[in-house]
């Protein structure tokens, strides 16, 4: 089970971390991705982080906004760290796990192959 949480209300240049938290299983040994919706549109991926966290990839609507991490503490949670906010991110977002990571040919955006899903927390960026 992933358990999203953080999401709230916060004006356009602020900052807000989601959190990811997983029960049942360590998330060291999947790719963690992170996906947002916008009322009326489709779900796309904001970012990624393989297992074991050895690298990431991100949107190209959120790089050098966004950072994704896992927690250092063995609290088998993962973590959006989200800056510069802007209206345009204002959706749910959703964190998806993939065991083993998506591979090195992959697309980690693309959500049919991730096994487990969040059930979303809302991002609005309002002022």
């Known amino acids: 089970q992933l358990v999203e949480s953080g999401g709230g209300l916060v004006q356009p240049g602020g900052s807000l971390r989601l959190s990811c938290a997983a029960s049942?299983?360590?998330?060291?040994?999947?790719?963690i991705g992170w996906f947002r919706q916008a009322p009326g549109k489709e779900r796309e991926g904001v970012s990624y982080?393989?297992?074991?966290?050895?690298?990431?990839?991100y949107a190209d609507s959120v790089k050098g906004r966004f950072t994704t991490s896992r927690d250092n503490a063995a609290k088998n949670t993962v973590y959006l760290q989200m800056n510069n906010l802007k209206p345009e991110d204002t959706a749910v977002y959703f964190c998806?796990?993939?065991?083993?990571?998506?591979?090195?040919?992959?697309?980690?955006?693309?959500?049919?192959?991730?096994?487990?899903w969040g059930q979303g927390t809302q991002v609005t960026v309002s002022s």
């Open positions: 982080l393989s297992d074991f966290g050895g690298s990431t990839n």
């Open positions: 998806a796990a993939v065991p083993g990571g998506v591979g090195a040919n992959g697309d980690p955006f693309v959500p049919y192959v991730y096994d487990h």
């Open positions: 049942g299983f360590n998330l060291d040994y999947y790719g």
